[in-house]
Every structure is written in structure tokens, then in C-alpha cells.
């Protein structure tokens, strides 16, 4: 079994977040061949936005369930399950991208309350920590003999998912193929906006992100060119499942926020750690202001050219602190979505209100981000 630090442990079924397994079993036995009755539920300690269990049946097998949140949502885009699922599914079955085997999609509410989709649970190892310091010492002996095939394996995942035609795997329809940062911006700003009128039980508002709309102005006047391909939404560390011996992605988890899209999205939201300062104390894990020689990991230009070779683009990325900037801002407003969920009572995170705090430091770095960009630029 993989060790609890490596991010696939489990707690009790939290208060607010049970399910029915008398009106769950019934259908699984239906939907899924070969499972076997009773199941055992619990919930995984990890993931911020769609609850996420861990079924055990009685010969042992695991399954992983992932559901929307109880209750009125605050965006009927967010939380889809539906979409996780579509997209799963496609990959699985007409590619080698990396990702658990779906069993079912239940969009009956009458089930469990609210839809819900049920996947492979993938036996490896996440980890939250991006400096891999809790691998074994023989694992981390130096970071370029095996911390790096880690990030390298990262960013070969990353790549992979990103030459995949999305037409030819049946995704036409799953995003527009232009202007996406263009549509993100706006449909961010949106979110953000319905996010800050959110009142917790004794009436006072979540509030606005701050600077938001200073950072709005600036996209619009700095966006980087077009480009389109599978996004994943979220892709991080700790939403990939290595294995459990080797520095390899075996699985990519939490497609919530895919789509089709900018890449360059994605390899922002892998290596902002990189741009966020390195502050002992500070919530916020970062890399920032910490020379190349002494970094644990790879530097960060080791993993971009890496990324631009594998999916032959050309190296440095033009306006690239623009993507950096956009990270950090819908970051924000993913954080400001869990701060409105822990005001109203929906957070599905045992860790959700830390997270909710670092709401406003993220904002405020991308606007230190934006304003680095814009100085650079004058001094060319």
C-alpha cells in the first residue's frame, strides 16, 4: 500500500458528505461487472471541489466515486462531473495518455442525490510536496538522477496530452478551438463575481478578489498569440498518480476544468511554483528567488525547453510571464470559490479553509507578476 504521505489517504466520510450506500449498491451492482457486495465508503483527504470517495467492495477491489456537492451551486459550469467523465473516457479508450479507466456515469439524482461517476482507483503515489522531499533517501540522493525523472515525467505527460488531436478522439464539441484566455478572462471574472456576493450564515459577504479588475484590463491589452489543444484545467503534482516504485505518471486526476484551450495554460499552472517567492513561513510554497544551483528540482528553463522539444515549439515561449500572470489570477479565483463554499457551508476539504485564505495573496501575485512583465517589456 502506498504510504499515507504520498497522498492517497483516506478519513471517514465526513459530517455534510455521506452517502446512501442502500441506494448506492443497487445501482453498482448493475453498472459495474464483477463488483461485489457490501461496499465500504470513505473519503479521500485530498481534492477541493467535487467530493471524492474511496469504495471498497467485499472481495477487496477499489473504486474511486467522484460527485458533484450537495446543495445549490454558485456556476452551472463548475463541479462537472459529466464533463470528467466524457473526457476520461475518450482518452482511455483512443489514446496512451495516462489516465484511470471509467466504469459509469449516473446523472440520475435520485441515486446518491447528485451526479456522480465511478473510476479505477490507480495504486501509486501523489505528491502535494513539488520538492518531493518525503521520498526515500536512496530515491532522492540527487535531484538529477531521480527528483528530476519525476518533473521530467511530469512534463512528458503534459506534452503528450497536448499533441492529441481532440477531434479525432470524438472532443469536437468539448471547448472552442480560439480566444481562449479571451473567454477565460471573462467567464472568470464572472464566477469571481457571483463568488464575492456569497454570504455566510450570518450575512456578511465573501467579497471581491482583490484587484481583479485591474488584472482584467491588463490581459486584454498583453494576451499572448493563439494556440489550441486538450487542457487538462488543473495539471499539478498533486493531481498525478505516479507510480508506485517508479518516476513515472501512471494516472491524470481532476479534469473538472478541461476543455479545449491555450496549453501554455497548463504549463503555467505545472510551474508557477517557480514564481511564487520563496518565504519561509508563508502558506504558499515557493521556488521563487532561489538560485538554479540550489534548487532540489530541475530550474524551471530545464523544463520548458524540455516541454518546447517534445512538442516542437520554439524555446524561450514568447510573452510567457502573461501565462505565468493568468495561473496565479484564476488560482484566485478557484480559492475564492472555496472560501464562498466554506461561507456557505459546501467545502468538501478537511484543508478547505487554509486554502481559503490564500485567496488574496494569490491575486496579489499575479498582479506583482503583471507588473513585472510590463517592465521588462519597457526596458526591451
Request: proline share 6%; glycine share 6%.
Amino acid at each position: 500500500m502506498a504510504p499515507k504521505e504520498h497522498g492517497q489517504n483516506t478519513t471517514a466520510v465526513r459530517t455534510g458528505y455521506q452517502l446512501d450506500a442502500a441506494q448506492l449498491e443497487p445501482y453498482l451492482a448493475k453498472a459495474i461487472s464483477g463488483i461485489s457486495l457490501p461496499i465500504k465508503v470513505s473519503q479521500f483527504k485530498l481534492g477541493q471541489s467535487n467530493p471524492t470517495y474511496l469504495l471498497t467492495d467485499a472481495k477487496g477491489q477499489r473504486f474511486v466515486l467522484r460527485k458533484k456537492p450537495a446543495g445549490a451551486l454558485l456556476s452551472s459550469t463548475a463541479h462537472a462531473v459529466e464533463r470528467e467523465y466524457r473526457i476520461l473516457k475518450a482518452l482511455g479508450e483512443n489514446t496512451n495518455v495516462p489516465v484511470p479507466k471509467v466504469y459509469t456515469l449516473c446523472e440520475d439524482v435520485s441515486v446518491i442525490g447528485t451526479p456522480f461517476y465511478v473510476m479505477e482507483f490507480l495504486q501509486g503515489r501523489i505528491f502535494s510536496d513539488i520538492t518531493l522531499s518525503k521520498l526515500p533517501f536512496e530515491e532522492r540522493r540527487l535531484w538529477y538522477d531521480s527528483r528530476a525523472a519525476f518533473w521530467l515525467s511530469a512534463i512528458d505527460t503534459l506534452a503528450k496530452l497536448h499533441q492529441v488531436d481532440h477531434v479525432a478522439v470524438g472532443l469536437e464539441s468539448y471547448g472552442k478551438p480560439t480566444g481562449f484566455y479571451r473567454r477565460q478572462i471573462g467567464s472568470l471574472s464572472k464566477v469571481a463575481a457571483a463568488q464575492a456576493a456569497a454570504k455566510d450564515s450570518e450575512g456578511n459577504a465573501v467579497g471581491p478578489i482583490p484587484g481583479i479588475e485591474e488584472m482584467a484590463v491588463w490581459f486584454k491589452n498583453n494576451e499572448v498569440k493563439d494556440s489550441t489543444s486538450i487542457v487538462h484545467g488543473d495539471y499539478k503534482m498533486d493531481n498525478l498518480v505516479f507510480h508506485p516504485t517508479e518516476p513515472r505518471v501512471i494516472g491524470m486526476l481532476d479534469w473538472e476544468l478541461s476543455t479545449i484551450g491555450h496549453p501554455y495554460s497548463d504549463l503555467a499552472n505545472l510551474l508557477n511554483p517557480y514564481y511564487t517567492p520563496a518565504i519561509e513561513g508563508s502558506p504558499m510554497v515557493g521556488l521563487g528567488g532561489i538560485a538554479d544551483k540550489d534548487l532540489p528540482i530541475p530550474p524551471v528553463n530545464i523544463l520548458l525547453e524540455r516541454y518546447c522539444n517534445q512538442t516542437s515549439r520554439p524555446f524561450p515561449i514568447d510573452n510567457w510571464l502573461f501565462c505565468i500572470a493568468f495561473s496565479f489570477f484564476r488560482m484566485s479565483v478557484i480559492l475564492h470559490g472555496i472560501k464562498a463554499r466554506v461561507a456557505r457551508g459546501q467545502a468538501s476539504s478537511a484543508e478547505a479553509q487554509f486554502y481559503a485564505n490564500l485567496a488574496n495573496p494569490v491575486a496579489e501575485l499575479a498582479l506583482q507578476i503583471a507588473q513585472q512583465s510590463t517592465a521588462t517589456k519597457a526596458k526591451l
